[in-house]
């Protein structure tokens, strides 16, 4: 370790030192950007994982993704083609897009064989098979390839390839063979040609050739065509360059040696990451955790008699120089950084690569130090630096002693990869036989003659293969993608321009309006409302309804921020129990209290040692009660559970405190709740936008929603997403609680909204999981309007049992012939069952977002795949500021939610979290696979098993300049839509015209179908089937 | 007595047979059919022969009862008789046995439940339940076996099951790596307990437990060897529980045997593998008796387990790891129990913390929901129960020890560098002779293998 050391440090002076650190904790920054950017699991925010590559084009952003985090960019190409062969993808959407991609480059000749345009049809078309020269050499030998044309060739191309061969053969190979070499544009490698000619007549029977049978023939063809394919290829460039050499000692030492110097030193990190990060969970706090990551560890491993291994014999000297030369942090990544000999250029993508080994752990550190706000052990700031420090210590260790150990190198660091490199063997890109091969394949499919074929130079011979080598895999797959949405995008546009043709009206007097969340979730419920009962009216808004705040229920131990993520609350909300049940409340919170401090007692008692062994040895068996009764009837235990905890828990009988006395808001007693004014503000905000501000209905009722579920650690992720991975009830009953206040219904009127002394709001709260839908302070509702309440009731719980009966069409546990109640008991019983991993299908499938007047889209079909956000472009302003506002919030939060299902469908492992079989909870932040991993970011396999990974299409009611405007005007928009990370369609406000943002501008959608299937119901339609469905009308 | 008899022995059949049905079923329909049973049919076999196992050895311990025997013992014939040994296949049921079959069968079925929904569509739904069968019959075979052969084919049944669900998620590496070290873990115990038994054999020519652990019903046997024998035969199956039940200096496979599904975690580890050393070390407590030394070694291998579990217990920041030292802590115990003699008491702790424990595996994913549940029922942020010891202790001493307790105790580098390391160099001292000898003989490259090319990159698809 020491011998570099003693070497004299490059002498610097000190303002060049501060350049130096300057750039390198600039150089910090910037890697830490590509860091997973997932907070928290107890508040799970969908986000883009790509987000740090938006300012490229989703192309380019995955393809580079895919190089730096080693994942997949898109699905494989066997999947495409298995997409292609099952009808997803037609075959004239891969011209269509195909065309569209080449733009005036597709009719471009290639030598005489054909055109760009089919040349690379016939490579997106038919399997070409590729593979390792083993692989291959193994396939050409054991399968018959060189026996038969392949089969998808058609008769007419198969007839004419080996008629002409056998013509050639005939007339001008033999007849030359003995005279003179054959006509080749190269004599060496004529003559070459020539004598491979007369060796296969040889070998095939030259003297009973006027005999060969066809099939005979056919094998001679293709031997013959093999060869002029090899002989063709021989001795070409390359025109791909090798990918780019890795730039990590660790990655060359692991190609020179195979010896992995990352498990080990991960080992001694996830341990120490998660000490450090805890949120409570253990119960031994790290030592000095105050101090940051660096000085922490420092105090840890300098002690001596520590890890005995032998890698890691030098650490606590090497921890106690930089204390004693009072190093800092960032120092010494400088010092390491040298020491390794990387070069200052290098060292963005040097740090970038090696911060991203650990990405979870170390994103998770970035993500806590910057919102410390969001958890309860906040960390300092610098904490991903410090932790970056160390792991360059201990790989310098770890390097050198897998060094001489595998290597045998003794030499300074800065020479490892050097000498690494030497060590590594190298293969050139691709072999004679994978590039022969590929044109061997293609000239059976595209008819290339065997004859024309060998006439060609070599320059010829090397802008075919380049042309073939140029249409990459990863481009293929881009294209197959490309068609992949075609199709989806074709079917919805379709759809939507026949279905908005409908009359716009509204219905005059509505039974009741209801109001819910944009989540797509929601889009059955709607329709099933709608469909029960045609005379109710349905709305949508972001789930928060614009309320943003921290709210503190009845039992409730602290306040949750209600809003999306961006957003951080300025107003206090609690919950109070009516004044005549206090006492009942006190006592039952003290009941609760006791019960809750026995409960932890308990369980921490169970896991010490005396504690652990009274319980077990005492009550153990009786655990297995609950065990027994859990696992086997999981709904039936979750009911009596329920009417044993109906004992101690909080009186129902309660109102929120919305409104708050002090002039400022905070959390104190006065300060708690909006002003009268806020409070109308946000009323006239939500109805504006919701386009709701006449026609009142004698009930309206506001949702908000959230999941139910257990042993979910990811049970955030499937809340609701604008109230920022929370459940949304409050928010829907402070909406009501605030509409119903006279007072604001007075002030609402000289703004224009004018609503009826009759018209009751309604708060109450949807569970996707177990679709349950509460209404809260029914207690209130005059007797007057007791009727129209219990008949909405009864249609909500028809809704309710008809939305679980579509959403268990998904669910291949639940049969397909259940009845509508019977489905809600099987939600219910998901939801409550211990060994569920998909209690809901959350946002899965999700790929479209509608921003317009529901009337446009009531009656469609669509399958719970489309966020519907209601606007009224009708009551807009000139300058659009509502849809600019609406807007502003849906496009990230579902363009988020959407890229995020994306990622984590196309490399589960990769981008998402894999399967949650394995998940553990740690540090009270996320999950690992297992009891040491990384920590795992993205969404697990069971919740994105059914999603189809196509990018969102918004379709907004608006004209071509309002969009372009608030493209301008919004970056975040504009960037998302110029950079193809969302699809953007227009609906014309009065009519049926549709425009789609393409090769920058609006252009005019054609629709390609007339016809829209019908149906009388949504469950005729859907009944019976399990994968993802077209688009309908419904008719009932 | 002859009709009791009878019943007696196809209940026992019963109890045997239906896992090994199940074993055979499942197992071979996997070799044989084209597409692997569906997860409906998988999971009815297996809850059939659970029901059947159950049902029989419920009614066994019911007649053993009322007809007060104390010793059912079963014999499936001798299958190898030659003068200087024989092996018999026998089972034996008494105070024992019965609640521990009991047991694996109601933990068995019970995650058999659960896994049938955890597993739903899970690529490996079949592999898994294959090898839960065989683990299944493992246990059963060592809990009820009557000779130390049957119980050495138990016991490897439940190695191998283990080990291959460790690394169920072959696909990744370190489930593999994990699976790997559990299994060479496994393996020593193994090759301990099968020592002991060639010992046993030669002490007494016979592997059957009444021969050298006398005839008397369980806890009564007297064994039939000397102190010194007992103290060399005690020490082999020591170490081969230490491996079993992760004792120290094993306990490192643990916390990496998480890495299957977590169904597998919670019976196979959390609540049934990890006891079956302190079953072995109660099947044999009479050889126990024999030697105050040995008694005195396995009470401090049990508290020097127990304290160190707790110890990184203590600082465990996820939630199966800190389960699994809990668990590690509770068996510690239980092996000291043993070595005190209290053996009724090691059995009751054995029943109660595995079916406590295994309720919290099962429950370990839904501990952030539990926590918020607990927080707002007490109103604050849950406090944090530091134990009395941490304030006695010196600063450098606490530093000291939060290091030791987060490493793990530094069991598995000792492992790594201090027996494996040796071991392979050893190895690879004698494969560089071979190789050297073997050139010299052939006058070149004489290995084969060397010569053999990997496949390169499957990068193909990123190109």
Same mark, same amino acid.
């Given at each position: 370790m020491h011998?570099t050391?003693t070497?004299p440090?490059?002498?610097?002076?000190?303002s060049?030192?501060?350049?130096?650190?300057?750039?390198l904790q600039?150089?910090i920054?910037?890697a830490g950007h590509?860091l997973p950017?997932?907070?928290?699991?107890t508040?799970?925010?969908?986000?883009?994982t790509?987000?740090?590559?938006e300012d490229?084009?989703?192309?380019?952003?995955?393809q580079?993704?895919?190089r730096?985090?080693?994942?997949?960019p898109?699905?494989?190409?066997?999947?495409?083609?298995?997409?292609?062969a099952?009808?997803r993808i037609?075959?004239?959407?891969?011209?269509t897009v195909?065309?569209d991609d080449?733009?005036?480059r597709?009719?471009?000749?290639?030598?005489?064989?054909?055109?760009r345009?089919?040349?690379?049809l016939?490579m997106?078309e038919?399997?070409?098979?590729?593979g390792?020269?083993a692989?291959l050499?193994?396939?050409?030998?054991e399968?018959d390839?060189?026996r038969?044309?392949r089969?998808?060739?058609?008769a007419?191309?198969?007839?004419?390839?080996?008629?002409?061969?056998?013509?050639?053969?005939?007339?001008?190979?033999?007849?030359?063979?003995r005279n003179?070499?054959?006509l080749a544009?190269?004599p060496?490698?004529?003559?070459?040609i020539?004598?491979?000619?007369?060796?296969?007549?040889?070998?095939f029977?030259e003297?009973?050739?006027e005999?060969?049978?066809?099939e005979t023939?056919?094998?001679f063809?293709?031997?013959?065509?093999?060869r002029?394919?090899?002989?063709?290829?021989?001795g070409l460039h390359?025109?791909?360059?090798?990918?780019?050499?890795s730039?990590r000692?660790?990655?060359l030492?692991l190609?020179a040696t195979t010896v992995?110097?990352d498990?080990?030193?991960?080992e001694i990190?996830i341990?120490?990451?998660?000490?450090f990060?805890?949120?409570?969970?253990?119960n031994w706090?790290?030592?000095?955790r105050a101090?940051?990551?660096?000085r922490?560890?420092?105090?840890?491993?300098?002690?001596?008699?520590?890890p005995p291994?032998t890698?890691l014999?030098?650490l606590?000297?090497e921890?106690?120089?930089?204390?004693?030369?009072?190093i800092?942090?960032?120092?010494?990544i400088?010092e390491?950084l040298?020491?390794?000999?990387?070069?200052?250029?290098?060292?963005e993508?040097?740090?970038a690569?090696?911060l991203l080994?650990?990405?979870g752990?170390?994103?998770?550190?970035?993500?806590?130090?910057?919102?410390?706000?969001?958890?309860?052990h906040p960390?300092p700031?610098?904490?991903?630096l410090?932790?970056?420090?160390?792991?360059?210590?201990?790989?310098r260790l770890?390097?050198r002693?897998?060094?001489?150990?595998?290597l045998?190198?003794?030499g300074?660091?800065?020479?490892?990869?050097?000498?690494?490199?030497?060590?590594?063997?190298?293969h050139?890109?691709?072999?004679?036989d994978q590039?022969a091969f590929?044109v061997?394949?293609l000239?059976q499919?595209?008819?290339?003659?065997?004859?024309?074929?060998?006439?060609?130079?070599?320059p010829?011979?090397s802008?075919?293969?380049e042309?073939i080598?140029?249409?990459?895999?990863m481009e293929?797959?881009r294209?197959?993608h490309q068609?992949?949405?075609?199709?989806?995008?074709?079917?919805?546009?379709?759809?939507?321009s026949?279905?908005?043709?409908?009359?716009t009206d509204?219905?005059?007097?509505a039974?009741?309006?209801?109001?819910?969340c944009?989540d797509?979730?929601?889009?059955?419920?709607?329709r099933?409302?709608?469909?029960?009962?045609p005379?109710v009216?349905?709305?949508?808004?972001?789930?928060?309804?614009?309320?943003?705040m921290?709210?503190?229920?009845?039992?409730?131990?602290?306040?949750?921020?209600?809003?999306?993520?961006?957003?951080?609350?300025q107003h206090?909300?609690?919950?109070?129990?009516?004044?005549?049940?206090e006492?009942?409340?006190r006592?039952?919170?003290?009941?609760?209290r006791?019960?809750g401090?026995?409960?932890?007692?308990f369980?921490?008692?169970?896991?010490g040692?005396?504690?652990?062994a009274l319980?077990?040895a005492g009550?153990g068996?009786?655990?297995?009660?609950?065990?027994?009764?859990r696992?086997?009837?999981?709904?039936?235990?979750?009911?009596?559970?329920?009417?044993?905890s109906?004992l101690?828990r909080a009186?129902?009988?309660?109102?929120l405190?919305l409104?708050?006395s002090?002039?400022?808001?905070?959390p104190?007693?006065a300060?708690?709740?909006?002003?009268?004014?806020?409070?109308?503000?946000?009323a006239?905000?939500?109805?504006?936008?919701i386009?709701?501000?006449?026609?009142?209905?004698?009930?309206?009722i506001?949702?908000?929603?959230g999941?139910n579920s257990?042993?979910?650690p990811?049970?955030?992720?499937?809340?609701?997403g604008a109230?920022?991975?929370?459940?949304g009830?409050?928010?829907?009953r402070?909406f009501a609680?605030?509409?119903?206040?006279?007072?604001?219904?007075?002030?609402?009127?000289p703004?224009?909204?004018n609503?009826?002394e009759?018209?009751?709001f309604?708060g109450g709260f949807?569970?996707t999981?177990n679709?349950e839908v509460?209404?809260f302070?029914?207690?209130?509702?005059?007797e007057?309007?007791r009727?129209d309440f219990?008949?909405?009731?009864?249609i909500i719980?028809?809704?309710?049992?008809r939305?679980?009966?579509?959403r268990?069409?998904?669910?291949?546990?639940?049969?397909l012939?259940?009845?509508?109640p019977?489905?809600?008991?099987?939600?219910?019983?998901?939801?409550e069952?211990?060994?569920?991993?998909?209690p809901e299908?959350?946002?899965?499938?999700?790929?479209?977002?509608?921003?317009g007047?529901r009337?446009?889209?009531?009656?469609l079909?669509?399958?719970?795949?489309?966020f519907l956000?209601s606007?009224?472009?009708?009551?807009?302003d000139a300058?659009?500021s509502?849809?600019?506002?609406?807007?502003?919030a849906?496009?990230?939060?579902?363009?988020?939610?959407?890229?995020?299902?994306?990622?984590?469908y196309?490399?589960?492992y990769? +981008?998402?979290?894999?399967t949650? @079989?394995?998940? =553990?909870? !740690?540090a009270?932040?996320?999950?690992?696979? *297992?009891a040491?991993? %990384?920590?795992?970011?993205?969404l697990p396999?069971?919740?994105?098993?059914?999603?189809e990974?196509?990018?969102?299409?918004?379709?907004?009611?608006a004209t071509?300049?309002?969009?372009l405007?608030?493209?301008?005007?919004?970056p975040?928009?504009?960037k998302?839509?110029?950079?193809? +990370?969302?699809k953007?369609?227009? @609906?014309?406000? =009065?009519? !049926?015209?549709i425009?789609?943002?393409?090769? *920058?501008?609006?252009? %005019?959608?054609?629709p390609q179908?007339?016809?829209?299937?019908?149906?009388?119901s949504?469950t005729?339609?859907?009944?019976?089937?399990?994968?993802?469905?077209?688009f309908?009308a419904i008719e009932? | 007595?002859?009709?009791?008899?009878l019943i007696f022995?196809?209940?026992g059949?019963?109890?045997?047979?239906?896992?090994a049905v199940?074993f055979?079923?499942?197992g071979l329909?996997t070799?044989?059919?084209q597409?692997p049973?569906?997860?409906?049919t998988?999971?009815r076999c297996?809850?059939?022969?659970i029901?059947?196992g159950?049902?029989?050895?419920?009614?066994?311990?019911?007649?053993?009862?009322?007809?007060?025997?104390?010793?059912?013992?079963?014999n499936l014939g001798?299958?190898?008789?030659?003068?200087?040994?024989?092996f018999?296949v026998?089972f034996?049921f008494?105070?024992?046995s019965?609640?521990?079959?009991?047991?694996t069968?109601?933990?068995?079925?019970?995650?058999?439940?659960?896994?049938?929904?955890?597993?739903?569509?899970?690529?490996?739904?079949?592999?898994?339940f294959v090898?839960?069968?065989l683990?299944?019959?493992?246990?059963i075979v060592?809990?009820?076996?009557?000779?130390?052969?049957t119980?050495?084919?138990?016991w490897?049944?439940?190695?191998?099951?283990?080990?291959l669900?460790?690394?169920?998620f072959?696909?990744?590496p370190a489930?593999?790596?994990?699976?790997?070290r559990?299994?060479?873990?496994?393996r020593?115990?193994?090759?301990?307990?099968?020592?002991?038994?060639?010992v046993?054999?030669?002490?007494?020519?016979?592997?059957?437990?009444?021969?050298?652990l006398g005839?008397?019903?369980?806890?009564?046997?007297?064994?039939?060897?000397?102190?010194?024998e007992a103290l060399?035969?005690?020490?082999?199956?020591?170490?081969a529980?230490?491996?079993?039940?992760?004792l120290v200096?094993?306990s490192?496979?643990?916390?990496?045997a998480?890495e299957g599904?977590?169904?597998?975690?919670?019976?196979?580890?959390g609540?049934?593998?990890v006891?079956?050393?302190?079953?072995?070390?109660?099947?044999?407590?009479p050889?126990?008796?024999?030697?105050?030394?040995?008694?005195?070694?396995?009470?401090?291998?049990?508290?020097?387990?127990?304290v160190?579990a707790?110890?990184?217990?203590?600082?465990?920041?996820?939630?199966?790891s800190a389960l699994?030292?809990?668990?590690?802590t509770?068996?510690?115990i239980?092996?000291?129990e043993i070595?005190l003699g209290?053996?009724?008491i090691?059995?009751v702790?054995i029943l109660g913390?595995a079916?406590?424990?295994?309720?919290?595996?099962?429950r370990?994913p839904?501990?952030?929901?539990?926590r918020?549940?607990?927080?707002n029922?007490i109103?604050e942020?849950?406090p944090?129960m530091?134990?009395?010891?941490?304030r006695?202790?010196?600063?450098?001493t606490?530093?000291?020890?939060?290091?030791?307790a987060i490493?793990?105790?530094?069991?598995?580098s000792?492992l790594?560098?201090?027996?494996v390391?040796p071991?392979?160099?050893?190895?690879?001292?004698?494969?560089g002779?071979?190789?050297r000898s073997?050139?010299l003989l052939?006058?070149?490259?004489?290995?084969?293998?060397?010569?053999?090319?990997?496949?390169?990159?499957?990068?193909?698809?990123l190109?």
């Amino acid at each position: 370790m020491h011998d570099t050391l003693t070497e004299p440090p490059p002498v610097v002076s000190a303002s060049d030192r501060e350049t130096l650190l300057h750039n390198l904790q600039h150089a910090i920054d910037h890697a830490g950007h590509l860091l997973p950017a997932q907070g928290p699991i107890t508040v799970f925010i969908h986000h883009n994982t790509l987000h740090a590559f938006e300012d490229l084009t989703f192309d380019e952003a995955v393809q580079k993704g895919s190089r730096i985090f080693g994942c997949q960019p898109y699905l494989s190409k066997e999947r495409y083609r298995a997409e292609l062969a099952r009808g997803r993808i037609l075959p004239g959407d891969l011209r269509t897009v195909l065309r569209d991609d080449l733009g005036a480059r597709a009719d471009e000749p290639i030598l005489s064989v054909g055109t760009r345009f089919d040349l690379r049809l016939a490579m997106l078309e038919n399997r070409l098979h590729s593979g390792p020269d083993a692989e291959l050499r193994w396939f050409i030998a054991e399968t018959d390839a060189l026996r038969h044309i392949r089969q998808e060739v058609p008769a007419a191309t198969r007839s004419a390839l080996i008629g002409k061969t056998r013509h050639w053969i005939m007339r001008d190979v033999r007849g030359s063979t003995r005279n003179h070499p054959l006509l080749a544009a190269d004599p060496k490698s004529g003559r070459r040609i020539h004598e491979m000619l007369a060796d296969l007549l040889r070998h095939f029977g030259e003297s009973s050739i006027e005999t060969w049978n066809d099939e005979t023939w056919e094998a001679f063809t293709l031997q013959v065509l093999w060869r002029v394919c090899r002989e063709g290829v021989h001795g070409l460039h390359n025109f791909t360059p090798p990918p780019p050499e890795s730039i990590r000692h660790r990655d060359l030492l692991l190609r020179a040696t195979t010896v992995d110097i990352d498990p080990q030193i991960h080992e001694i990190l996830i341990r120490v990451c998660a000490s450090f990060l805890d949120q409570g969970f253990s119960n031994w706090r790290m030592p000095h955790r105050a101090l940051g990551f660096y000085r922490a560890f420092m105090i840890l491993y300098e002690q001596p008699n520590g890890p005995p291994d032998t890698w890691l014999e030098d650490l606590p000297k090497e921890l106690k120089r930089l204390g004693d030369n009072n190093i800092g942090p960032l120092e010494s990544i400088l010092e390491s950084l040298q020491e390794l000999g990387v070069a200052e250029a290098e060292w963005e993508e040097y740090l970038a690569s090696t911060l991203l080994a650990l990405r979870g752990w170390a994103g998770m550190l970035l993500q806590i130090e910057t919102r410390g706000d969001r958890v309860t052990h906040p960390i300092p700031e610098g904490s991903m630096l410090e932790f970056l420090a160390i792991r360059l210590v201990l790989e310098r260790l770890a390097l050198r002693h897998a060094a001489a150990e595998a290597l045998d190198f003794k030499g300074p660091l800065s020479q490892l990869r050097h000498a690494a490199k030497s060590r590594i063997e190298k293969h050139p890109p691709l072999s004679i036989d994978q590039r022969a091969f590929q044109v061997f394949q293609l000239a059976q499919i595209l008819g290339w003659l065997p004859e024309d074929l060998h006439r060609l130079t070599k320059p010829e011979w090397s802008k075919l293969v380049e042309e073939i080598e140029a249409f990459s895999v990863m481009e293929r797959r881009r294209l197959f993608h490309q068609a992949y949405e075609f199709r989806f995008h074709t079917q919805t546009l379709d759809a939507l321009s026949i279905q908005s043709r409908r009359s716009t009206d509204r219905i005059p007097t509505a039974k009741f309006q209801a109001i819910f969340c944009l989540d797509e979730r929601e889009e059955s419920f709607r329709r099933h409302l709608e469909e029960i009962a045609p005379d109710v009216e349905t709305y949508s808004t972001a789930g928060f309804y614009s309320i943003a705040m921290y709210y503190k229920g009845l039992a409730d131990a602290h306040f949750v921020p209600l809003c999306p993520v961006v957003i951080r609350p300025q107003h206090w909300v609690v919950e109070n129990v009516a004044d005549s049940l206090e006492q009942t409340s006190r006592q039952r919170a003290k009941a609760r209290r006791l019960l809750g401090n026995a409960t932890h007692q308990f369980h921490v008692g169970t896991r010490g040692f005396a504690g652990g062994a009274l319980l077990a040895a005492g009550v153990g068996v009786l655990a297995s009660i609950p065990l027994l009764a859990r696992i086997l009837f999981p709904r039936l235990t979750a009911n009596i559970r329920r009417s044993a905890s109906g004992l101690v828990r909080a009186p129902q009988l309660t109102e929120l405190q919305l409104e708050r006395s002090e002039s400022t808001p905070g959390p104190e007693a006065a300060s708690i709740g909006f002003s009268l004014a806020e409070m109308t503000n946000i009323a006239e905000k939500v109805l504006r936008e919701i386009g709701l501000i006449e026609k009142f209905a004698r009930l309206v009722i506001s949702l908000g929603h959230g999941s139910n579920s257990l042993n979910n650690p990811h049970k955030s992720a499937y809340d609701c997403g604008a109230c920022g991975g929370t459940p949304g009830g409050p928010n829907g009953r402070a909406f009501a609680q605030i509409l119903n206040d006279p007072r604001v219904r007075e002030l609402l009127v000289p703004r224009g909204i004018n609503i009826p002394e009759d018209t009751i709001f309604i708060g109450g709260f949807h569970n996707t999981c177990n679709d349950e839908v509460t209404l809260f302070d029914t207690g209130s509702i005059p007797e007057t309007h007791r009727k129209d309440f219990e008949e909405a009731t009864r249609i909500i719980s028809d809704t309710c049992d008809r939305n679980a009966h579509e959403r268990c069409r998904r669910f291949i546990s639940a049969p397909l012939t259940m009845s509508f109640p019977n489905a809600r008991r099987h939600v219910e019983g998901r939801a409550e069952d211990l060994a569920q991993t998909r209690p809901e299908c959350g946002h899965a499938s999700n790929a479209i977002c509608i921003i317009g007047r529901r009337s446009r889209t009531q009656g469609l079909y669509l399958d719970r795949r489309a966020f519907l956000t209601s606007y009224d472009p009708t009551q807009d302003d000139a300058e659009s500021s509502i849809l600019a506002r609406i807007m502003g919030a849906a496009v990230p939060v579902c363009a988020g939610i959407n890229l995020e299902y994306y990622f984590s469908y196309v490399d589960s492992y990769g +981008w998402g979290s894999g399967t949650k @079989l394995p998940h =553990n909870v !740690s540090a009270l932040l996320g999950v690992m696979d *297992g009891a040491a991993s %990384d920590l795992r970011t993205g969404l697990p396999w069971q919740m994105v098993e059914i999603h189809e990974p196509v990018r969102l299409l918004f379709v907004v009611e608006a004209t071509p300049q309002t969009m372009l405007q608030l493209m301008d005007r919004n970056p975040v928009i504009g960037k998302l839509v110029r950079h193809d +990370w969302i699809k953007m369609a227009l @609906l014309d406000p =009065n009519s !049926s015209r549709i425009q789609i943002f393409r090769h *920058g501008e609006f252009q %005019d959608y054609q629709p390609q179908s007339s016809e829209l299937p019908k149906a009388a119901s949504s469950t005729d339609w859907y009944r019976g089937w399990r994968e993802n469905l077209s688009f309908a009308a419904i008719e009932g | 007595m002859l009709s009791y008899d009878l019943i007696f022995h196809l209940l026992g059949l019963c109890v045997v047979g239906a896992p090994a049905v199940l074993f055979a079923t499942l197992g071979l329909s996997t070799l044989l059919r084209q597409r692997p049973l569906t997860e409906r049919t998988i999971s009815r076999c297996s809850q059939t022969a659970i029901v059947i196992g159950l049902i029989a050895s419920v009614a066994i311990l019911g007649m053993m009862l009322g007809l007060g025997r104390r010793h059912v013992p079963i014999n499936l014939g001798t299958w190898v008789h030659i003068p200087d040994y024989h092996f018999v296949v026998k089972f034996e049921f008494d105070r024992l046995s019965v609640p521990f079959a009991i047991l694996t069968f109601v933990l068995c079925g019970t995650i058999g439940a659960f896994a049938s929904r955890y597993m739903h569509r899970e690529p490996g739904y079949n592999r898994f339940f294959v090898l839960y069968s065989l683990f299944l019959l493992g246990m059963i075979v060592t809990s009820l076996s009557g000779t130390i052969e049957t119980l050495f084919s138990g016991w490897e049944m439940v190695g191998l099951s283990s080990a291959l669900l460790v690394a169920f998620f072959h696909e990744r590496p370190a489930p593999v790596r994990n699976g790997l070290r559990v299994w060479v873990v496994y393996r020593f115990s193994d090759a301990a307990l099968l020592i002991a038994s060639v010992v046993l054999h030669h002490l007494v020519s016979g592997g059957d437990f009444d021969k050298f652990l006398g005839t008397a019903p369980w806890p009564d046997g007297k064994a039939a060897i000397s102190g010194y024998e007992a103290l060399l035969v005690g020490l082999l199956l020591l170490a081969a529980a230490a491996g079993k039940s992760a004792l120290v200096p094993f306990s490192g496979w643990l916390p990496r045997a998480m890495e299957g599904p977590t169904p597998s975690s919670a019976v196979f580890y959390g609540a049934l593998s990890v006891h079956l050393g302190a079953f072995l070390l109660l099947r044999v407590s009479p050889i126990l008796q024999l030697s105050p030394l040995l008694c005195v070694v396995v009470v401090l291998l049990g508290l020097t387990t127990a304290v160190y579990a707790a110890l990184a217990g203590h600082a465990q920041t996820d939630i199966k790891s800190a389960l699994c030292f809990a668990s590690l802590t509770q068996v510690g115990i239980i092996v000291a129990e043993i070595g005190l003699g209290l053996r009724y008491i090691a059995l009751v702790h054995i029943l109660g913390h595995a079916c406590l424990r295994t309720l919290q595996f099962v429950r370990a994913p839904t501990l952030l929901q539990d926590r918020r549940i607990l927080e707002n029922a007490i109103g604050e942020r849950l406090p944090r129960m530091p134990g009395f010891w941490e304030r006695m202790l010196s600063e450098r001493t606490r530093i000291w020890l939060y290091r030791f307790a987060i490493e793990r105790g530094y069991l598995d580098s000792f492992l790594n560098d201090y027996i494996v390391a040796p071991f392979r160099r050893v190895f690879t001292w004698c494969d560089g002779m071979e190789r050297r000898s073997t050139d010299l003989l052939t006058g070149g490259k004489s290995r084969e293998s060397d010569r053999a090319e990997t496949a390169s990159g499957p990068l193909e698809e990123l190109l």
